[in-house]
């Protein structure tokens, strides 16, 4: 039976432009009160309580359902684009915002599927099962008895979006007034591309399919199937894949060998594509996978995506190399593969002082617990040094790719953590780099976005 009109219209407030106002005025607000503190502590020499703005800055955003919540949690993962104090309140922000109510929910449906979309169904679940930033995804079974995942879009985000930009880019002009290490204009321009692409629902079904040819022949991940019968720019829906959360697993106490199982499938799952094909999944975060009874991978969410040019892969291989043969000269080569520009020798000194930490799993061929090499202490230490040397020489201009790079290293770091896997590192990611080529990369990249329907000048843009 379809669900029937009863209950209440909860989550309209966010949608309606007298919410969103007042959604505005809390973080103009906010922000409104950092910028006269840190013009105080510039110019007066006041001192501000950076621990409790953060705090409250956090609080104006938290709950919210709109673009500035995913922007908030993306920041908190990128190393130095925010002070670290505003870095850990924003990276406690939920996943899951508050859902529309079913009265929305069911004039959403109508507008994507028309008015008789109930009868396309056999069911509709009434609440959401996940509700984030840009949507809300609600489990439904077809005609045929099959089970379906459907992800609503929220209305008028575009909209939205351009608003919630607005206040990112306040962020990082105060930021930058506060602190002159990064450079964030890149980081901004690639946070706004990869934000606009999310929007598009048809763009994530051409990841989904790119992503079913790349990891074809990996065993130890499962994909949902696109239902574009029952799918529009703003509704995608899916095929429904059960399974288990990560932390809820966790719970069961699994053994150190199924731990370490599930890390290197994780690893497979993200680094195939973006050593055979130039393709990351830019968001693995702990909302965007399961675990299914075998402890495969359920992968599901394919709207974080970004192709890489072959140079840029390339030159994540030579830097590993680079570190482990002492050989500055690739070094340079590698930073300057990825976009780097003008670096003399104190900046590429302080690069690698980053570098050797991040590559420090990969340069032994032995088993090592991620604790070991991954002291969160250790690392934030690490960073505040390097931070410190940045700030020293004049700072830097990161390329923009290093966005979604950070964003996923970082996430897989956290969940690495989160298993207490035990794996041998070097070994993992020798099987995906030792035949190595930039031509057949560059070759597998246009046929497999061939394969996805994705248009010919995106690959260009990728390689």
Known sequence: MAPNDSGPDRGDSNGNVGGRLRRYARVTSTMTGLAARMAGERYLGMQIDRSKHAADLREALGGLKGPIMKVAQI???????????????????????????????????????????????????????????LGQVHRAVDLDGNQLAMKLQYPDMASAIDADLR?????????????????TSDIYDELSERLREELDYRRESANLALYHHMLADEESVRLPVYRPELSTDRLMTMSWLDGTRIMPFLETDPSQETRNRIARNMFRVWYVPFYFYGVIHGDPHLGNYS??????????????????????????????RALRDNDPDLAVHAYESWGFHGLDKEAIEVLNMWAEFIYSPLLEDKVRPIQELRNGSAGRELAGKVHGELKRIGGIRPPREFVLMDRAAVGLGSVFMHLGAEVNWHSLFHDLIDDFDRDRLAARQREAAAIAGIPEELVHQGT
């Open 75 to 133: 920041l908190s993962t990128i190393p130095d684009a925010l002070p670290p104090e505003y870095a850990d309140e924003l990276a406690s922000l939920q996943a899951d915002a508050p859902a529309m109510g079913w009265l929305f929910t069911r004039r959403r449906m109508a507008a994507e599927l028309g008015p008789d979309w109930q009868q396309k169904l056999q069911s509709f679940s009434r609440e959401a099962v996940s509700a984030a930033s």
């Open 167 to 183: 206040q990112l880019r306040l962020v990082f002009q105060l930021y930058e007034r506060y602190d002159s290490a990064i450079s």
């Open 291 to 320: 675990l299914d009874a075998e402890n495969r991978v359920n992968l599901m969410d394919f709207g974080s995506i970004r192709l890489f040019r072959p140079a840029f892969v390339g030159g994540v291989i030579d830097l590993y």
